[in-house]
């Protein structure tokens, strides 16, 4: 139902051409048909978990294997929860809405976001804890101000990129094409570093959007994936390009996808 629902709302351009008066009229500043894509991604997250949370004895086999100290965390938070009334609308629709990740994300799989919610204690019963002290271990203070400055720094990195470089400006206007006819040439170094720089551009342009998004989710307590994990040159194969960009969602395709369908 998710899946139709989309290409419903894909095909008539978010209901527009069913009612172009009403759905223009209340359409608001931000297309809301764009960020449907993440919400069903999450709503397909929920409905996973909560099946998975009726025969637990398989969740081992659903969750990838940790590479890391907090990929280890991560795994543990998306096992089953330990309740099951924390499966419903309220709590279905907190995560699929939840503001700092609605319009871009990452995505964060429905058992780690009530799981960093809730708190660890909570499961045991104990009582709630103010947000400061409820962080997860792999967003400590420390470690969200180090976050803040390296979003920032990327913010300066690419208002650099943007006044001094123009390539990405080049590679949109088409400028090579526009001016052949007035005898302006490339050569194919010339091809070349165009492509590079404006992928660079591009690299940049969506870790500046994800991390400060992800900065609003980490001061609020919650840790969502890292969707750039490293910076593009330093993946040396396509697989190592598509695992490091967008990665929570190769996160999400692999664990409420792959692995299901076999």
């Given amino acids: 139902s998710n899946v139709v629902l989309l290409l419903i709302i894909r095909i008539t351009d978010g209901f527009l051409s069913m009612s172009p008066g009403f759905f223009a009229e209340y359409r608001g500043v931000f297309r809301w048909e764009i960020c449907y894509n993440l919400t069903m991604l999450r709503m397909i997250s929920y409905s996973m978990d909560m099946l998975w949370s009726e025969d637990d004895e398989d969740a081992g086999a659903r969750n990838m294997g940790a590479n890391s100290c907090e990929d280890a965390r991560r795994i543990r938070r998306q096992k089953s929860l330990a309740s099951k009334d924390l499966y419903g609308y309220l709590p279905c629709m907190a995560h699929a809405l939840y503001p700092p990740l609605y319009i871009a994300g990452p995505i964060i799989c429905y058992n780690d976001f009530v799981w960093q919610v809730v708190g660890a204690e909570e499961h045991k019963g104990a009582s709630q804890h103010p947000w400061w002290a409820r962080l997860s271990e792999s967003a400590s203070i420390r470690r969200i101000l180090v976050y803040l400055g390296r979003c920032l720094l990327d913010i300066l990195c690419i208002e650099v990129l943007t006044h001094f470089m123009y390539f990405n400006s080049i590679a949109v206007h088409k400028i090579g094409l526009k001016y052949k006819p ?81």
């Fill in 182 to 262: 007035h005898g302006l040439e490339y050569n194919a170094l010339q091809v070349a570093m165009t492509g590079w720089w404006t992928l660079s551009f591009m690299w940049l342009k969506f870790t500046v959007i994800w991390r400060f998004f992800r900065s609003a989710a980490l001061i609020e307590g919650i840790d969502p994936p890292e969707n750039m994990k490293k910076c593009f040159a330093m993946n040396y194969d396509v697989q190592g390009f598509w695992k490091n960009w967008h990665a929570s969602f190769n996160q999400w395709l692999l664990r409420d996808m792959y692995i299901p369908f076999g």
